[in-house]
């Protein structure tokens, strides 16, 4: 069984955990998130009108739990970067299998990632650009992210 720990549910983030919580090897879900779903967001979004000033992480927990009653999903409604709640953010990521970044701003993304290095997790970053142009995913797990050693393959 898989523990998951993803931030940000917003219109990029909510299909990837969607997809990923209908597989019955995720058994928990850490949901990171403080963003309040607005009438702009509608358009693009899984969520009903009818949930437009709650909060996109409660809002996915619930669209979880409607699909798998048995999943277990904590909601953090914060920033990632709050300084409060390092200790909690930094137990649940020591606790993860994989993470998912679907975070919309730069500083949360680098510190998604130096979280996800220092506890040697697996993850991914899937980003949707403006314009409604498309979107990338990336697979990023931590050993891939250091320089080679002596001895190593490429290693000078």
């Known amino acids: 069984m898989a523990h998951l720990f993803q931030v940000g549910a917003g219109s990029g983030g909510m299909p990837v955990l969607d997809m990923l919580?209908?597989?019955?090897?995720?058994?928990?879900?850490?949901?990171?998130?403080?963003?309040?779903?607005?009438?702009?967001?509608?358009?693009?979004?899984?969520?009903?009108?009818?949930?437009?000033?709650?909060?996109?992480?409660?809002?996915?927990?619930?669209?979880l739990k409607e699909r798998r009653p048995d999943l277990d999903v904590q909601v953090l409604p914060v920033d990632l970067l709050d300084p409060d709640w390092q200790g909690k953010i930094e137990a649940a990521v020591a606790a993860c299998d994989l993470g998912v970044c679907a975070a919309d701003n730069e500083p949360a993304k680098y510190h998604f990632d130096a979280l996800m290095r220092r506890f040697g997790k697996p993850w991914t970053l899937g980003e949707v650009l403006s314009g409604g142009i498309g979107g990338f995913a990336h697979r990023f797990h931590s050993h891939d992210c250091r320089p080679p050693r002596r001895g190593d393959a490429g290693a000078s």
């Open 21 to 63: 919580c209908r597989d019955l090897r995720i058994d928990r879900v850490t949901l990171v998130g403080p963003d309040s779903f607005k009438p702009h967001n509608v358009e693009r979004h899984v969520f009903p009108p009818s949930g437009i000033g709650e909060l996109k992480a409660v809002l996915a927990e619930r669209w």
